[in-house]
């Protein structure tokens, strides 16, 4: 019994290895005024994933309350055509159903996503995103985005300035020349955390 045990535990710590493995470091591909993006390739999804992070002039709960504000979404967020809040449970929960541009001759694609909204211990926010695939029917006029996760990470960094951070990774939702893939994981955090950041900062 015992040697089967280690034999499993053995293997398992291989698989993992392996899965590590196969994840690339993250690269630095964009760095301009404080706003950074990386991106690395993992196993099971089409798109890279990306992480970006600036830091804002602006109180951590203006930041919040801004990026949790999704009647305003399409005004900052790059290629959000779309913003619609199907289901609210408090201001800790959100279903959101959300539409993006995509370059011709790509179809448009449409993802809903839960939204988990918490303020941890240290007063920073954490808000954990997820796919729901079928929450609604399917519109014909887009593709839909079945799986995709992520987070955001909102701290104030020190008096007068908040850190931004976002992660994410997701499926294209059908077939995305590679060339227009990496670019979109690279160019939409970017815009949209410089559009964040002058909302606050551009007078």
């Known amino acids: 019994m015992t040697r089967v045990f280690v034999t499993i535990i053995l293997f398992a710590f291989c698989i993992s290895n392996s899965l590590l493995a196969q994840q690339d470091e993250w690269k630095l591909k964009k760095n301009k005024n ?121 701290r104030q960094a020190d008096e007068n300035t908040t850190e931004v951070f976002m992660e994410g990774k997701s499926n294209a939702g059908g077939d995305v020349p590679e060339w227009l893939a990496n670019m979109f994981v690279e160019d939409n955090p970017f815009k949209s955390l410089t559009n964040l950041k002058e909302h606050f900062e551009v007078q």
């Open 34 to 154: 404080s706003v950074k993006v990386w991106t690395r390739a993992v196993p099971g999804y089409s798109l890279k994933q990306y992480r970006a992070a600036c830091l804002i002039n602006a109180n951590v709960d203006s930041v919040y309350n801004f990026i949790i504000d999704f009647d305003k979404r399409t005004s900052w967020y790059s290629d959000n055509t779309i913003c619609k809040v199907l289901h609210k449970s408090g201001n800790s929960e959100f279903i959101v159903y959300y539409v993006y541009a995509a370059p011709w001759p790509v179809d448009n694609r449409d993802i809903i996503s839960k939204a988990m909204c918490n303020k941890e211990p240290d007063g920073s926010y954490l808000i954990q995103h997820s796919a729901i695939a079928n929450y609604i029917p399917r519109e014909k006029d887009y593709v839909r985005i079945e799986k995709a996760t992520g987070l955001w990470k909102i």
